[in-house]
């Protein structure tokens, strides 16, 4: 099973994407990159376009980015997404992935994202227009998708849709626009969708994505040895009909909340606070190259401390001694505390 990095606005850019990879994306096999929106004008926004850039890519963890790291596209129009494939074409990327599954409002009111699943014939256009206009191009076209934007009932007709073309790899996250991401993933749908798609002539590759977070059924604490790792949602993936047409699963927060998720699913040892202290660390040194100002390089460190709270017991005065540190002194002796004085979980 290859297991994936999911992109997530704001967050899985390019100081994540390096030191992830570093310390842990030896079973990682692609990084996802936030979407970039291919504006009519044919430009994409500068801070965009810096998180894509070669010159921003730790070449000596991602020796073959062009296949390791896909730039996400969001577009609704055939000029613009043909545009953008042709700028990363240019920058050393081998594919690109197509955005079919943003739910936000700001989206989808654009007719973009998920918003693009709601009017089906136009989608159908869009998707003859670029797979025509690419044909030609030395850049593979992959789509994350949902299952449909107000029910499951619409998966039928997306899959017989995305059958007709040659798509590199096809992405199902296992729920409708209207869920967002909040209850649990409609795996009997996601089932349906891959038949429907098989059945249709689809031969893309297939993969999963929707609350892959690891194990919850116990707690581990470091000191208890690695234990079993295993994830409920693949579980109940195993026992589906589908199950053998997925090579790939994708994660997102799994992989903040647990940066050593994808070693610990392929049956590796568990995240110990060591790994993860020292994956702090770099992390802040990867965002100092990104952002000048020391008190927003704090702020986006929260960002990820939002996911990694839950690695320690009893946290809740250490974590807002973090939230409120303004320097980057304040911020690491607030970090050193935290590990010094609460117990590490690493399994949650």
């Not at 994540?16 to 990084?31: A, P």
């Not at 700028?87 to 992935?97: A, D, I, R």
């Not at 790899?169 to 795996?187: N, S």
């Not at 249709?200 to 604490?221: E, F, H, L, M, Q």
């Amino acid at each position: 099973m290859k297991y994936y990095f999911a992109p997530m606005e704001g967050i899985t850019l390019y100081p994540l994407r390096n030191t992830h990879k570093k310390m842990f994306g030896d079973l990682v096999d692609k990084y996802f990159t936030p979407f970039l929106t291919a504006h009519h004008n044919n430009h994409f926004k500068k801070r965009e376009k810096k998180d894509a850039l070669p010159e921003n890519i730790d070449l000596a963890v991602f020796n073959d980015y062009g296949h390791q790291i896909i730039p996400q596209i969001m577009s609704n129009k055939v000029e613009s997404f043909v545009w953008a494939a042709k700028e990363m074409s240019t920058l050393g990327y081998k594919e690109v992935n197509l955005n079919l599954g943003c739910p936000a409002a700001t989206v989808t009111n654009s007719h973009k994202g998920s918003g693009l699943l709601i009017d089906t014939d136009y989608l159908d256009k869009f998707l003859d227009g670029i797979f025509e206009e690419l044909s030609d191009e030395p850049i593979e076209i992959s789509l994350k998708t949902r299952l449909g934007f107000y029910s499951e009932d619409e998966t039928e007709t997306l899959m017989k849709i995305y059958a007709r073309y040659p798509v590199k790899e096809l992405t199902i996250h296992a729920r409708v626009r209207e869920d967002f991401y909040k209850g649990e993933p409609r795996l009997q749908a996601f089932d349906t969708a891959v038949q429907s798609y098989r059945d249709n002539g689809g031969s893309a590759d297939i993969c999963y994505n929707g609350n892959i977070t690891g194990v919850k059924r116990s707690v581990v604490s470091d000191h208890e040895g690695a234990g079993t790792t295993s994830d409920p949602i693949i579980e109940e993936l195993r026992s589906l009909h589908c199950y053998n047409e997925i090579s790939a699963i994708m994660i997102g927060r799994g992989l903040l909340s647990d940066p050593a998720l994808a070693r610990e699913l392929a049956g590796g040892s568990k995240l110990s606070a060591s790994e993860l202290k020292e994956y702090l660390t770099h992390l802040y040194e990867g965002y100092e190259t990104y952002i000048p100002e020391e008190r927003n390089v704090i702020f986006k460190l929260l960002e990820h401390w939002a996911f990694l709270e839950c690695h320690f017991k009893d946290s809740e005065k250490c974590i807002k001694t973090i939230r409120k540190a303004r320097s980057k002194g304040e911020y690491f002796a607030a970090v050193n505390n935290i590990f010094s004085t609460c117990e590490f979980i690493s399994a949650y």
